[in-house]
């Protein structure tokens, strides 16, 4: 469905050359839920430009839904959806009004137009919404009318940028289901952007990772996840006890990445549940009393961390702001 090669653009802005994306390959099969995830800034929303046709790249190839990203950029926007960051709504126009207008722009009758105008209120759990302006809506509301008017032309591949940013945790879920059903019910391939981990985590069956425009991994959740070695173990003690507890958690076979913080001592070990008995005797025969204990699998903000260095969320605070200007 996709297959890109050294995907690459530059932006020049006031004499500043910034290299956004510098050339990723991306592969995405059909029927595939893939996520781009990656902090702030990091060129997921600009990969997508390129990808839906709405930025040229400044080197690399791709084929999108079959046809040539460069070559064919009309037959790649007749074959994808897209929901923007933004949305795409006109605040003043009827639900229905506004998928139909959507249905007509993609050369359908005014009968089918209206006839996919139904469907998709219907799809989207929007059919009690029909009459209402899409101002009046509310976020995920509006987020599931974007979905709508991207599947107006019944594409195959849908491209989604940060689907549920800006959204309360129900929303969100709700949203996550509507995603899920797009591919299990109607067979459409996604391909989305988002910064939240526990977004990608849950919803995709494959995470691309993308760090200062480059790919840094790729794989399942669970594969990226195994990359980090081991769980990570919190064990609470007294605070003149630390320092000991601290050289025993360290004698454990595998424990790596000793750190104290306060009362506490973190490290990783390899099986977090196994270690705990051993770590209870040991801790005992040093004569220290366990407060507390915590065992935790590795997460993907640990992938991102044993990648890059940096946490992801440490990352999306050090971001660098986006240029106001568009340089295309
Ligand atoms: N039109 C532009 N002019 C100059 N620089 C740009 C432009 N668009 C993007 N950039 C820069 O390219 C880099 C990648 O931006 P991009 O929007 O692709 O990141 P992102 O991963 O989508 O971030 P976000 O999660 O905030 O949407 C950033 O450094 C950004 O400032």
Redesign the pocket.
Known sequence: MIRARGLA?K???RGRT?E??KGVDIEVSEGELVGFL????????????MLTTLLRPTAGEATVGGCDLLRDPVGVRRRIGYVA?SGGSAPECKVVEEIELQGRLYGLSKAAARRRGAALTGQLDLSGLDQRLTKTLSGGQRRRLDIALSLVHEPKLLFF??PTTGLDPQSRANLWEHIRRLRSEHGVTLFL?T?YLDEADSLCDRILV?DN?ELVAEGTPDALKARVSGDGVTVGVPEGAVAVAAEVAGRLPGAHEVTTVDGSVTFRVPRGDTAMPELLRALDSAGVAMTSMQVQRPTLDDVFLTLTGRSLRDAEAG?????A????
């Open positions: 653009r932006f020049t802005a910034v956004a994306v990656g902090p702030n800034g990091a060129g997921k929303t600009t990969t997508l430009r960051q940028d940060e952007t910064h993308i425009g971001a660098t702001p986006k240029e200007a568009h340089v295309a």
